[in-house]
């Protein structure tokens, strides 16, 4: 049956990560039969020049449509002056809010040929493999009050709110539980009840869904500042962390750095499934932006766009076997020493972002055929 994917690449290094996305996709067309139908729009600034919102309706509809959204990336110097409503990221909020995607993966993997690329000691990175479970619809980015006020003293106040219900709470936690028996079987929770009203939800709500229904899963409790710490400190004592959405935004940039680069770390982003179907909405993108200091260069690092279409394999298609091995493609691209300048290392050898995906993509190829 048709699988639909709908390809939102957006600005700066998105449409040139996609393309390497895109020339895996014909491959698996042209030669594993596995019937991907494309539709194309567009997000971010790239909407905003064509018309004048950072993504328009007929787009919005066919991301709703399809089985699967790749997301490039939004965002760039040229927007920032564009109003607050329509700026490119509000594109990839709406995306994330109309789909419902509450459940945001983010996996830091660390590659064994990249351990020397962390800015952490090898040691402290070799064989690293956690999992952030971030809540993605909910929390600071969407509660409202949401504005700026004029107190008509010279004075403004900004207003962000965060709030939580326990069913919100409860359905990431289920994932990040159910996901963790797929594991290690060990889940740390981080939230800031020390200080929030929010955070002791947060961590009630948690404590209550593990022992109702999770209580063979080992779960551990971290204030978030604390959390980021040990994530830097001995970051391999971690298998999933469950966190809301500011947070997560936070210590998943700081496990890209685990990593080696931003441009390696991808994510999936999902809804819950169908009542009817089963199916799930899904976005999958790279957890990187715009980067606009090397867009339009060639040589931004393709790995975590190309990374989420195997977590959009594995997700939205259950096509494990071929997710499986785009993965292994990557550790064995690496592992011959073939670097973008993100990732460099002494005695590689660099290339842009097309040598690096042809170089991906022949070595897929090459595992397929075996
Ligand atoms: P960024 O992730 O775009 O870049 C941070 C640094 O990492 C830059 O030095 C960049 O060159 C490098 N980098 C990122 N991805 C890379 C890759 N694939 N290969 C090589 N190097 C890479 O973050 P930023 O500079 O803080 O933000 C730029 C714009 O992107 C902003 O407008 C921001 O809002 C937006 N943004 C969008 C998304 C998204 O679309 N999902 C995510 C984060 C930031
Ligand atoms: C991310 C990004 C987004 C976020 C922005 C671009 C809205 O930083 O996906 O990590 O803050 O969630
Ligand atoms: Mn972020």
Known sequence: MAKTLFLLPGDGIGPEAMGEVRKI???MNEELAADFVLDEGLVGGAAYDAHGAAISEEDMAKAMQADAVLFGAVGGPKWDAVPYDVRPEAGLL???????????????????ALASASSLKPELVEGLDILIV????????????????????????????????TYEIERIAGVAFELARTRKNTVCSMEKRNVMKSGVLWNQVVTETHKRSYSDVKLEHMLADAGGMQLVRQPKQFDVIVTDNLFGDMLSDVAAMLTGSLGMLPSASLGAPDARTGKRKALYEPVHGSAPDIAGKGIANPIAMIASFAMCLRYSFDMVKEADSLEKAIADVLDQGIRTSDIMAEGARQVGTVEMG???LKTFAGLQSR
Do not use: H, S
């Not at 809010?97 to 590659?111: G, S, V």
């Not at 809540?135 to 965060?162: A, C, H, M, S, W």
């Open 134 to 165: 971030r809540e993605l619809t909910g929390g600071v980015y969407f509660g409202e009050p949401k504005e700026i006020i004029d107190l008509g003293n010279g004075q403004k106040r900004g207003i962000d709110t965060q709030i939580y219900d």
């Open 25 to 27: 996709i014909a491959y």
């Open 358 to 360: 042809d170089t991906i």
């Open 94 to 112: 709406r995306l994330r809010k109309d789909m419902q995607l509450f459940a945001n993966l983010r996996p830091a993997i660390c590659y064994p």
